[in-house]
């Protein structure tokens, strides 16, 4: 058995019912409608005498779509799913997420070479959703009183802003039930060994290897991992231990390096003892046997949301390194301390160097990103008591009756709906402007890269940052770096820096959570937006000393730039922006009125 196979072949596919089907595809057409309206790729016609209610024409005109939407701040569209009808010739016709995208290929800008590579990608979406309709149905106040990884599995939409969010190309059905977070199935990873000539391991200045080798493996373990390379005449002293990605090893590791096994620079070792379930991300593991482990990020050569999945192991080298270099501004500084902001260091990360692909392959390329790994801290040592974790991404979360988790943890907690948000913002928001104003430090502050520790009411108390070393930039050319951290520092337009804060921030979260609160009746959009203010004007009363940087980088401003997300994967789906460049990447379509400027000051 080479990949894992616990079903029958019909039973495999048992959740691709029509009625599934055909729910899933209202999802994902009405989130198409309202996020490629959103990103000016769709322009809906009003239908006279029917406020709310909307039109959008295929290309050729021939096909209607209608649907009635409320319209929130950020020109944000929701849209009713169940509302969305096709019409042709005047007959009413199916809901087809394939022929919708087809035919609006023309104004979605899909290339003859993008467009079925995007459709397989809607198809696995498509497919992901059905399988999630078909699991027992989790009531979105019982999740707000469930454990962390109940919490995280229990996720269902993925990325709010992408409508292909969940492609997963490379795994074939038996693999998604394996591997994908949301069917929650315990994974072991395997375990490789790499000659030291061929691999480089690099940690923080306290833990090094053998100190993390022995606190992530047992001492059976590694005796069994000696034992079998000592059988094939290789010391385990000449080798450094890899964790990898069961998927990767049979898919690629095992025929693409090929040559590496043969020549006994890779070893394989066979399996952990130690349970995994994959998080949001696909490609990172929490040890469920023991949360108190690190996290394993692994390579992971899928296509998903825009990338292959891989980790770099150039990229791996300085990953300690600057997360040190970030945790100890993060514990030095006393506003951010006053937050209760945590950062969950990647603390060791190693990198395999397959000698023929860099010797053939450009920089960047995938074959370059096909093994390594980083231990990232967990956040369950660091919990006081009475907390407990969610990822941040729940807070968009509604469950199959349209039921608003963070409804439920407001109703919990016993707050004001507005004390609550203002103790999330606290967390949350206050830590990304001080980073911003007082360092030009930016992050990818999405859901998925933040952790909420919550009280036992359910209230947000503090956060941890996490999935540093890639994603974090200092964005001024006169912060002083040490050498190996001096990756991180972006060269980004003067006007397009505060566009980490209102793309990330505002209109990549705060857009849905406004609306999914105020869908919920839980709080209407003018509270929110007011709370948002508040947070920014109290923290900008706090420090005086930045009012420059304030009035240049102004988050009262009448309007800022649209960046559209959906357009960057629709224009290349394999390799949507150059991680060496994001900020030149970047699809910035018109601009969107800010919804803070009725609060400047």
């Not at 959008?56 to 950020?74: E, I, P």
Request: with cysteine; proline share 6%; hydrophobic share 45%.
């Amino acid at each position: 058995m080479t990949t894992p196979r616990p079903l029958a072949p019909q039973d495999a596919v048992a959740h691709l019912t029509p009625e599934r089907w055909e729910r899933a595809t209202r999802l994902l057409i009405r989130k198409a409608l309202a996020e490629f309206t959103h990103e000016r790729l769709l322009t809906p016609e009003p239908v006279d005498g029917a406020p709310g209610h909307w039109t959008v024409r295929s290309d050729d005109g021939a096909t209607t779509y209608r649907f009635t939407a409320r319209r929130y701040a950020l020109d944000h569209w929701q849209v009713a799913a169940d509302s969305i009808t096709r019409h042709r010739d005047g007959t009413r016709l199916p809901l087809d997420a394939l022929a919708f995208l087809t035919e609006l290929r023309g104004s979605l800008g899909l290339s003859e070479e993008i467009l079925p590579v995007y459709l397989e990608e809607i198809s696995s979406t498509l497919a992901g959703t059905a399988y999630k309709l078909a699991a027992p149905h989790i009531s979105a106040a019982s999740l707000a009183a469930s454990d962390f990884q109940t919490i995280e599995t229990g996720m269902t939409e993925g990325h709010p802003c992408f409508v292909a969010n969940n492609g997963r190309l490379g795994f074939d059905i038996a693999e998604y039930r394996a591997y994908a977070p949301e069917t929650a199935t315990p994974v072991r990873l395997i375990w490789v060994a790499a000659h030291r000539s061929r691999a480089t391991f690099t940690a923080s200045p306290d833990i090094g290897y053998d100190k993390l080798i022995l606190s992530e493996l047992s001492a059976p373990t590694l005796r069994r991992f000696s034992a079998t390379l000592a059988e094939q005449g290789l010391d385990m002293d000449e080798y450094v231990l890899i964790p990898v990605h069961p998927w990767q090893w049979w898919n690629k590791l095992s025929v693409t390096f090929a040559a590496e096994v043969a020549q006994r620079h890779l070893v394989c070792l066979g399996h952990g003892d130690d349970e995994h379930l994959a998080q949001q991300s696909i490609r990172t593991f929490f040890n469920t046997g023991n949360p108190h482990k690190h996290y394993v990020k692994t390579a992971l050569s899928v296509l998903n949301m825009g990338f292959l999945r891989g980790l770099s192991a150039a990229y791996m080298e300085a990953t300690p390194a600057i997360n040190d270099w970030l945790a100890d501004l993060v514990a030095e500084d006393e506003v951010l301390q006053d937050t209760g902001l945590a950062v969950l260091r990647e603390r060791a990360a190693v990198g395999y160097h397959p000698a023929p692909y860099e010797a053939a392959a450009p920089k960047g390329s995938p074959y370059l990103k096909m093994l390594a790994a980083l231990w990232r801290e967990s956040p369950v040592p660091h919990l006081a008591e009475g907390e407990r974790l969610a990822t941040m991404a729940s807070l968009l979360h509604t469950d199959r009756e349209g039921n608003s988790f963070a409804a439920a943890l407001i109703d919990r907690s016993g707050l004001e709906p507005r004390e609550w948000l203002r103790r999330y913002l606290n967390a949350y928001l206050t830590p990304l402007l001080h980073c911003f104003y007082a360092y030009d430090l930016v992050f990818m502050p999405h859901g998925e890269n933040v952790i909420l520790a919550l009280d036992e009411h359910g209230t947000p108390r503090r956060a941890f940052f996490k999935d540093l070393a890639e994603e974090i930039a200092v964005m001024n050319a006169e912060t002083v770096l040490p050498p190996q951290v001096e990756r991180i520092r972006a060269d980004v337009p003067e006007d397009m820096k505060v566009l980490s804060l209102f793309t990330d921030v505002f209109d990549c979260f705060f857009r849905f959570l406004s609306a999914t609160l105020a869908e919920a009746d839980a709080m209407d959009e003018d509270t929110f937006w007011s709370t948002v203010a508040a947070c920014v004007r109290d923290y900008q009363e706090s420090a005086p000393h930045l009012a420059d940087r304030f009035a240049r980088y102004d988050l009262f401003a009448e309007e800022f730039a649209l960046s559209c997300l959906n357009r960057l994967q629709l224009r290349d789906n394999q390799q949507m922006v150059d991680l060496q460049d994001p900020a030149g990447a970047l699809q910035l379509t018109g601009t969107l009125r800010n919804p803070l400027a009725a609060y400047r000051p």
